[in-house]
């Protein structure tokens, strides 16, 4: 076996792994955050964007499911 790891206060670690700890637990974090953020958001895919001097229309499909929300905004209404 070899020597024994220490690391405390007093002395400087000695073990490389603990060195990195606080930053692998870091970058653990992050990755599981960003899988959570990719996860949560609905990716639509915008279809068709067009906007008249009478109002705005957008059409927005779901990438996963293949559902169309179409939006429409009258500016004459407003």
């Not at 990755?31 to 008249?52: F, H, I, P, Y």
């Amino acid at each position: 076996m070899g020597p024994a790891l220490r690391c405390d206060l007093s002395h400087s670690c000695n073990s490389p792994i603990a060195m990195k700890t606080p930053f692998t637990k870091f970058l653990l974090f992050l990755t599981a955050a960003s899988m959570l953020a990719g996860t949560s958001c609905r990716q639509k895919e915008r279809v068709l964007d067009v906007e008249t001097p009478a109002g705005h229309l957008k059409v927005d499909k779901d990438k996963k499911s293949g559902d169309v929300e179409i939006k429409v905004d009258d500016k004459d209404k407003k």
